[in-house]
């Protein structure tokens, strides 16, 4: 029986390169260093970061960047990065794939939410009153205010904001 055959599909590295971070997908080996230290690897076979850079490498956008990707399982831990022996920061591809996957809108609807929340007031999970009263009577401090203004400035214009800091 013929074996199914995988056509790299070169365009969606190209568009992969052009986004924050995705670049450094092109300097996998597959050593799979990544994959010792990931603990999302170590509770799910659905996540392996090793074997996301290769789908990456093969150009397999759909993937990646499609409603089942399994992107959204990595918990943003950076342990790949300082891992890797080729410097292509892992994370830093995932959430390129993951920007990806938002512009084309096939990111969880769950994370609208989140994101929502993020830009109204700064958190992604809303404080309340309760977790505040909570926070005294262990002796924890206030969480501290968001500066609301600035963080809006900073999600209408994020290239002018990063000017603004150089
Ligand atoms: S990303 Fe780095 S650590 Fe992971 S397989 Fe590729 S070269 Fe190895
Ligand atoms: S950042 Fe994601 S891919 Fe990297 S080790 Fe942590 S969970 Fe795994």
């Not at 997908?25 to 170590?42: G, I």
């Not at 929502?116 to 924890?140: C, F, H, M, P």
Request: hydrophobic residues 35%; positive net charge; proline residues 6%.
């Amino acid at each position: 029986m013929a074996k199914e055959k995988i056509q790299v599909d070169f365009r969606f590295r190209d568009k992969l390169n052009k986004v924050q971070g995705g670049k450094h997908h092109n300097y996998c080996y597959q050593c799979s260093a990544c994959v010792a230290v990931c603990p999302a690897a170590r509770f799910t076979e659905e996540f392996n970061p090793r074997v996301i850079l290769l789908k990456a490498l093969l150009g397999m956008e759909e993937a990646l960047t499609g409603e089942d990707s399994p992107i959204w399982l990595c918990t943003n831990c950076y342990s790949c990065y300082e891992r890797c022996p080729q410097d292509v920061r892992p994370i830093e591809v995932i959430i390129a794939l993951k920007n990806m996957a938002v512009q084309r809108q096939k990111a969880p609807a769950s994370l609208a939410k989140l994101s929502d929340n993020i830009a109204k007031t700064g958190v992604s999970v809303t404080v309340t009153s309760a977790v505040n009263r909570r926070r005294q009577e262990l002796g924890l401090p206030p969480i501290k205010t968001i500066p609301i203004e600035e963080l809006k400035e900073i999600l209408e214009d994020p290239q002018g904001a990063a000017k603004d800091s150089e």
